[in-house]
């Protein structure tokens, strides 16, 4: 199993950049693909990025295709999201997510492994 914690959250003013970071532990970390959810207070959470175990392939939901990007360095055993052209409602709890199922699993949103999440607040 892979254990999974974020960083890099906090506050920034809108059109800022972030790099968001989830490190893991545990076993096989390249044999899991990745992605990163959303929560906005007081809706559900929900898909924004996801990662294949080799990085080859790449999802994105619509709402941040062009904006983010998510990235993995299997050697760090990190997975990434850079955060470009911030907006107010990229505000929520940033989580981090892990598979062995595949992209297509993280899209619909039913990965094995949460991690904690970490809060990205984007001030007007």
């Known amino acids: 199993q892979v254990q999974l914690v974020e960083s890099g959250g906090g506050l920034v003013q809108a059109g800022d950049s972030l790099t968001l970071s989830c490190a893991a532990s545990g076993r096989a970390f390249s044999t899991f693909a990745l992605g990163w959810f959303r929560q906005a207070p007081g809706k559900e959470r929900e898909f924004l990025a996801a990662?294949?175990?080799?990085?080859?392939?790449?999802r994105y939901a619509d709402s941040v295709k062009g904006r983010f990007t998510i990235s993995r360095n299997n050697v760090k055993n990190t997975v990434y999201l850079q955060m470009n052209s911030l907006k107010p409602e990229d505000t929520g709890v940033y989580y981090c997510a892990a598979t062995t199922q595949g992209t297509l699993t993280l899209v619909k949103g039913s990965p094995e492994v949460w991690g904690q999440g970490t809060l990205v607040t984007v001030s007007s």
């Open positions: 990662t294949s175990s080799s990085g080859t392939m790449r």
